[in-house]
């Protein structure tokens, strides 16, 4: 047996080695496919990296830069809600997600078995077990994910979305699902939308029975949602928005598929985003090597105005809606130097600027004046003003409420809250080595560990 | 520079990467395959860059950590993509050394895969992370010493060792 980290890693490569690559006309592929999907997916990418990365380092990078401030260690442990859930064998890895007061979790055994199991967020009580047996064989590649809606959760493996009723885990359906289908879960309905034929259909949380759906249009480039449902893709307000290559819009109810309105906006360029929020609709109208321009339509008055306007060398690189009616656009200029701009979009004119980290960084707001930029295990918070207020590294951050921030660390350690305002720890106490990510409410954290499911208070 | 023969001279090197820092031969193979996906919509553009590696180690560094994308977003992989061989199950060595890379903070595991994965200098390190080298010797330092911890006793008798 080797001895030593040389040896260790050299195994690890030459089993790396062995592993079979896809020719890179898969790659290609893949390419061309997501550009054509972009358009549904792009708001969602945005949030991925509230959850990248590990234990927090926190500084005041606005009057101190170089000043970092290390996680306070702390002797006590968090107050634990109930006793850990077992999960079940030695597992080393689950997903959890939450909704409406039940945290969820989900492992595969090693005979291929899905298990799920709930539990009351507030009490930490278990409230229910569920398992599905697969009956293809494990898949290397296969897609597995665990999703909340308002009374259902909904597992997804590569080939189907089974749902399952939150209060006893009781299994209402499932739902085929193809390579490429989306699956929107709306509080109103289960949407799925075919990519190979361009359908929707809305199927009922409780009975599974299809409640509507839209015949193919050719030129269909895909559904958004208003803010609140996209970014997190589990749930809506009750409207969809169905968009053409040639940027004729339907707000439909997403409860009966009925058409509310149609209304046509500029018609976007070839791989262009399209993101509803609230009360706007983004158009990115052109794009390319002359630069890139967006327009914002105002949903209520259905009025198209061009809100940006960016030369040649620059490529629109994240956007997010940071405040009612604030735009934040992450500007990408030659030489990788990147910029975050705030736009008012009621005035058509730009707020602030001011220079944003370098690397391939994604943009995040809380909606309410706040932004994040965050890249691999560095994110960056700003203010309303555009002032970087504090920023975290290699931190689990994520927005509390309004004016906190939590971290909580991928290794054993401190969890924290770091007041927006100031930049103030508050450190709870410290958790164990979690085997997935974590969930939280403003009152509760919840982590699969190896112990089991835990769940922590963060009031106290 | 030619994308394919780009993704011929490189994509060995960023499949050891990608297993490296995930431990996990499936979630490697479509980390490599979403990175040069991604570069390939930007290939214009990446092929001007100074080292165009580089990048695609960022865009996997990033989403090996990214929730999101593992729990939903492999579902975009198009419909024609074949499916790849079964991959032999690691050794029991590998397990070890992946599940003690776990643990670890994502910047040691990071400096620890580039290290002793890709024979990547302190140096060249510094410059790809935008590190100070003694950041990068602390993350290898420390990343070193959470293996020793993590790894039973009885595999490690004598320490860890740094050959390079």
């Given at each position: 047996?080797?001895?030593?980290?040389?040896?260790?890693?050299?195994?690890?490569?030459?089993?790396?080695?062995?592993?079979?690559l896809a020719p890179a006309a898969a790659a290609r592929e893949r390419g061309r496919q997501r550009n054509r999907t972009r358009a549904v997916v792009a708001s969602a990418v945005a949030v991925c990296l509230v959850v990248a990365g590990a234990v927090g380092l926190v500084e005041r990078s606005d009057r101190r830069p170089d000043q970092t401030v290390a996680p306070t260690p702390s002797n006590?442990?968090?107050?634990?809600?109930?006793?850990?859930?077992?999960?079940?064998?030695?597992?080393?890895?689950?997903?959890?997600?939450?909704?409406?007061?039940?945290?969820?979790?989900?492992?595969?055994?090693?005979?291929?078995?899905?298990?799920?199991?709930?539990?009351?967020?507030?009490?930490?009580?278990?409230?229910?077990?569920?398992?599905?047996?697969?009956?293809?064989?494990?898949?290397?590649?296969?897609?597995?994910?665990?999703?909340?809606?308002?009374?259902?959760?909904?597992?997804?493996?590569?080939?189907?979305?089974?749902?399952?009723?939150?209060?006893?885990?009781?299994?209402?359906?499932?739902?085929?699902?193809?390579?490429?289908?989306?699956?929107?879960?709306?509080?109103?309905?289960?949407?799925?939308?075919?990519?190979?034929?361009?359908?929707?259909?809305?199927?009922?949380?409780?009975?599974?029975?299809?409640?509507?759906?839209?015949?193919?249009?050719?030129?269909?480039?895909?559904?958004?949602?208003?803010?609140?449902t996209l970014r997190l893709g589990e749930s809506g307000d009750g409207q969809l928005f169905e968009v053409t290559g040639e940027g004729e819009v339907r707000l439909m109810d997403a409860g009966t598929g009925r058409v509310l309105e149609t209304f046509t906006v500029p018609r976007p360029a070839d791989n262009g985003w399209v993101i509803a929020y609230d009360n706007w609709l983004i158009i990115?109208?052109?794009?390319?090597?002359?630069?890139?321009?967006?327009?914002?339509?105002?949903?209520?008055?259905?009025?198209?105005?061009?809100?940006?306007?960016?030369?040649?060398?620059?490529?629109?690189?994240?956007?997010?809606?940071?405040?009612?009616?604030?735009?934040?656009?992450?500007?990408?200029?030659?030489?990788?130097?990147?910029?975050?701009?705030?736009?008012?979009?009621?005035?058509?004119?730009?707020?602030?600027?001011?220079?944003?980290?370098?690397?391939?960084?994604?943009?995040?707001?809380?909606?309410?004046?706040?932004?994040?930029?965050?890249?691999?295990?560095?994110?960056?918070?700003?203010?309303?003003?555009?002032?970087?207020?504090?920023?975290?590294?290699?931190?689990?951050?994520?927005?509390?409420?309004?004016?906190?921030?939590?971290?909580?660390?991928?290794?054993?350690?401190?969890?924290?809250?770091?007041?927006?305002?100031?930049?103030?720890?508050?450190?709870l106490g410290e958790v164990p080595l979690r085997i997935g990510n974590c969930v939280n409410t403003e009152d509760r954290l919840a982590c699969p560990t190896l112990d089991g499911l835990r769940i922590w208070s963060l009031t106290g | 520079m030619d994308f394919d023969g780009f993704y011929r001279d490189t994509s060995r090197r960023l499949m050891r990467y990608a297993y490296g820092l995930t431990?996990?031969?499936?979630?490697?193979?479509?980390?490599?395959?979403?990175?040069?996906?991604?570069?390939?919509?930007?290939?214009?553009?990446?092929?001007?860059?100074?080292?165009?590696?580089?990048?695609?180690?960022?865009?996997?560094?990033?989403?090996?950590?990214?929730?999101?994308?593992?729990?939903?977003?492999?579902?975009?992989?198009?419909?024609?993509?074949?499916?790849?061989?079964?991959?032999?199950?690691?050794?029991?060595?590998?397990?070890?050394?992946?599940?003690?890379?776990?643990?670890?903070?994502?910047?040691?595991?990071?400096?620890?895969?580039?290290?002793?994965?890709?024979?990547?200098?302190?140096?060249?390190?510094?410059?790809?992370?935008?590190?100070?080298?003694?950041?990068?010797?602390?993350?290898?330092?420390?990343?070193?010493?959470?293996?020793?911890?993590?790894?039973?006793?009885?595999?490690?008798?004598?320490?860890?060792?740094?050959?390079?």
């Open positions: 047996m080797p001895a030593d980290l040389d040896e260790l890693f050299a195994t690890l490569g030459r089993q790396a080695d062995a592993i079979p006590r442990a968090m107050p634990e809600v109930g006793s850990p859930i077992s999960l079940g064998g030695t597992i080393t890895s689950a997903d959890v997600v939450a909704a409406d007061g039940r945290v969820f979790a989900l492992w595969k055994a090693d005979d291929g078995t899905f298990h799920l199991r709930a539990a009351d967020l507030h009490t930490g009580a278990l409230l229910w077990e569920a398992e599905h047996r697969t009956e293809q064989k494990a898949e290397p590649n296969a897609l597995v994910g665990l999703r909340a809606a308002k009374s259902a959760v909904v597992l997804n493996t590569s080939g189907a979305a089974y749902v399952y009723r939150a209060t006893d885990g009781k299994l209402l359906f499932d739902l085929p699902l193809a390579e490429n289908d989306g699956l929107v879960l709306h509080d109103r309905a289960a949407i799925r939308w075919s990519q190979q034929d361009q359908q929707i259909e809305a199927y009922d949380w409780l009975t599974g029975e299809r409640r509507w759906s839209r015949d193919a249009t050719a030129d269909r480039l895909g559904i958004v949602h208003p803010r609140g990115e109208e052109t794009s390319g090597k002359n630069g890139y321009r967006l327009a914002a339509t105002d949903l209520g008055t259905g009025e198209t105005t061009t809100v940006v306007s960016e030369k040649a060398g620059h490529t629109l690189h994240g956007l997010d809606m940071c405040d009612a009616d604030r735009l934040c656009v992450l500007d990408q200029a030659p030489l990788r130097r990147y910029t975050l701009a705030s736009i008012d979009l009621t005035r058509q004119r730009e707020v602030w600027r001011v220079p944003a980290m370098e690397g391939y960084p994604m943009v995040e707001s809380d909606g309410h004046g706040r932004t994040m930029v965050a890249d691999t295990g560095v994110m960056a918070f700003y203010d309303a003003n555009g002032r970087e207020v504090l920023r975290t590294k290699e931190a689990a951050t994520s927005w509390l409420n309004t004016e906190t921030l939590l971290n909580v660390p991928a290794a054993p350690g401190p969890v924290q809250l770091i007041r927006f305002s100031d930049g103030h720890v508050t450190t | 431990g996990d031969a499936g979630e490697a193979q479509d980390l490599v395959q979403e990175a040069y996906a991604r570069a390939w919509q930007r290939w214009r553009r990446i092929s001007r860059y100074e080292d165009p590696e580089a990048w695609l180690r960022l865009v996997v560094n990033r989403l090996s950590t990214d929730r999101w994308r593992r729990m939903f977003v492999r579902r975009d992989r198009a419909a024609a993509e074949p499916p790849l061989p079964p991959v032999a199950p690691p050794s029991e060595n590998t397990v070890l050394l992946v599940t003690a890379m776990r643990t670890l903070p994502p910047a040691h595991r990071n400096a620890l895969a580039l290290h002793y994965l890709l024979d990547r200098s302190i140096a060249d390190i510094a410059a790809e992370t935008g590190a100070s080298i003694g950041t990068v010797k602390s993350w290898l330092s420390r990343g070193r010493a959470g293996l020793a911890t993590a790894l039973e006793p009885a595999l490690l008798p004598e320490g860890t060792s740094d050959a390079r």
